[in-house]
């Protein structure tokens, strides 16, 4: 009935918590206020689960309505045939409204209702007397939930049949629906099956985006839809088998959500698309360093197909390692987003296939600046294991394989992937109090390696901050490191920290006087701070001869704000 989890509702909880005032926890024969206005309510029978109709709700209910001595005025029962209302939009007296809203389906209770929230000072003649306190035997049968999507009465959305799982489509996903709109006087005006629409591009009008992200798959719905969700002032022309929608015309829409392609971003900037044609199975997924194995077929935008695999036989099945550039980058990041049986659709740009370059492939030539396509099944997969199924022995060998892997990645100027093979051999060995003394030496040198590296690779992408920490790790295991005091003074001044990165260095110097590096980025900061003293003069120099101008000082000479405390640049 929901489209979210309440919290189901207990004794003593206040009012923050959107309950009904006063609390809905009763026993069998007990009475309570509700509200403030003199409004009760004894529990007969108590109702199913914890969920309650909330305001816009259609209710049905069976009652019985008498006068407090014992005056029968009124009766659905007798009639045989239930009465149905909107809850909270008036068509009831107000404590009905009020007290409904506080029953559980197949509850029973009497209400004892105040004039104030009943018929008044002038009653309801002739049944009902002037000033009238009345008892209402209701028993609440059920209800539809009608939900305000938009958040400003423009859609309501009423389930006609409930949906399944709990899931719901997000903007870039491709649903498939059916639809039929209908005008205030029950003209059809549009109707289609089958239709698959992406919901941020949306179709026909913006309430069908709107009411799909609400919407389970198989739920069937009515929507009531003001004009600015539907076709505003201007409305819309007949065309086709569609009718004409008058300017600002009121719409009801009946909608199935059949299913929908989940579509996510593999990448931040947009450019690899991946869509589900099918689940997988259950929830694990390759790691970086994974082999898996695909069947694959991979085209160009005309349709040529340049590869394929594993369609004909399971021996021809696609086979790579994962984060080893053994396959393209968009095909490499997707893969490790799939589960096992998993299928899916891949859109990957130039940037994320083969580039400017022309790439010759198994079955067709990739041109320049090609948009790939590929439809990939993951067959299997054998994660690269973990540092949790590794014994000491295993960690410390596989945190060194992975900074060799770093080093060569280094050196060939690939440093996103460098940094991630010393973050990885890091992790390897992270934890190790199990370890013997022998194994701490060991795990320790290798900490500090991978942390200067990864640090010099952080340098190198131009991420100071990240550098700055790096190093910062590494003087807490060794304060005299000289190349992680270089590194970090060297961030600090990309990051204008000119006073720490001096620091850094001149305690580099105290430890090693003949470093050469040390004593060239020496130089290179010394050049930093008289530049920064000069731009200080400038600017500082300004200000007082504006100051000057204005006839606020008589005198004012601009001297270099220098970087030290004793004048030095």
């Not at 209302?85 to 029953?103: A, H, N, P, R, S």
């Not at 018929?119 to 305000?148: C, M, N, R």
């Not at 900490?447 to 100071?464: H, I, Q, S």
Request: with cysteine.
């Amino acid at each position: 009935m929901e489209d979210d989890f309440d919290m189901p509702p207990a004794e003593g909880m206040d009012e923050e918590m959107d309950l009904p005032e006063g609390s809905t926890y009763m026993k069998v024969g007990e009475e309570k206020e509700i509200g403030s206005e003199g409004l009760k309510k004894k529990l007969v029978k108590e109702g199913e689960g914890w969920d309650t109709p909330e305001n816009g709700d259609e209710v049905q209910v069976h009652y019985t309505g008498t006068l407090l001595d014992g005056t029968k005025f009124d009766s659905s029962r007798d009639r045989g045939e239930p009465f149905k209302f909107t809850l909270g939009q008036g068509q009831v007296i107000k404590g009905w409204d009020l007290g409904i809203k506080t029953m559980k389906k197949g509850e029973n209770a009497v209400f004892t209702i105040p004039p104030q929230l009943a018929y008044g000072e002038s009653g309801s003649p002739p049944t009902i007397p002037p000033s009238a306190t009345l008892q209402f035997d209701v028993e609440l049968l059920s209800w539809v939930s009608v939900k305000d999507i938009s958040k400003d009465g423009g859609i309501f959305k009423k389930i006609l049949k409930e949906g399944e799982k709990w899931e719901n489509p997000k903007d870039p996903d491709e649903v498939l629906v059916n639809y039929e709109v209908k005008l205030d006087d029950g003209t059809v005006v549009a109707k289609s099956d089958n239709v698959e629409f992406t919901v941020e591009e949306g179709h026909l009008c913006p309430a069908l985006s709107k009411a799909v992200k609400t919407m389970k798959k198989g739920e069937k719905v009515l929507l009531t839809v003001r004009p600015q969700y539907g076709f505003g002032e201007k409305g819309k022309p007949a065309s086709g088998n569609e009718g004409a929608i008058p300017p600002n015309a009121n719409l009801e829409i009946v909608l199935e959500l059949l299913s929908w392609k989940t579509v996510s971003y593999v990448t931040d900037d947009k450019k690899v698309v991946k869509r589900i044609l099918k689940e997988g199975e259950g929830y694990e997924k390759p790691n970086e360093g994974a082999v898996v194995k695909l069947k694959l077929i991979g085209k160009l935008q005309d349709g040529t197909v340049f590869i394929k695999k594993g369609h004909e036989s399971e021996d021809e099945l696609f086979e790579f390692k994962t984060d080893e550039e053994q396959v393209i980058a968009g095909l490499d990041m997707s893969v490790i987003k799939m589960k096992k049986g998993e299928v899916v659709h891949l859109t990957i740009a130039p940037e994320y296939g083969f580039g400017s370059s022309e790439s010759k492939q198994e079955l067709a030539t990739v041109p320049p600046n090609s948009t790939l396509y590929y439809e990939a099944e993951l067959v299997s997969f054998e994660k690269e294991k973990e540092s949790w199924d590794m014994n000491t022995t295993e960690k410390i060998e596989a945190a060194g394989k992975k900074k060799e892997e770093g080093n060569a990645l280094f050196k060939a100027g690939k440093y996103v992937r460098a940094s991630k093979r010393y973050e990885k051999a890091a992790k390897y060995i992270e934890y190790d109090t199990s370890f013997s003394e022998e194994e701490k030496k060991q795990s320790k040198a290798l900490k500090v390696t991978c942390k200067l590296n990864n640090a010099a690779c952080k340098l190198k992408l131009k991420d100071y901050k990240e550098a700055e920490k790096l190093c910062t790790k590494v003087l807490e295991l060794e304060s005299t490191n000289v190349k992680a005091l270089y590194r970090r003074a060297q961030a600090y001044m990309n990051l204008a920290d000119l006073d720490l990165a001096e620091l850094d260095i001149k305690k580099a110097l105290e430890i090693d006087p003949d470093n050469r590096d040390v004593k060239l980025e020496y130089k290179v900061l010394k050049e930093k701070m008289k530049e920064f003293n000069k731009k200080d003069a400038k600017f500082y120099g300004k200000i007082f001869s504006k100051l000057t101008k204005n006839g606020t000082a008589k005198e004012a000479a601009a001297e270099p704000m220098s970087i030290d405390g004793n004048g030095k640049a």
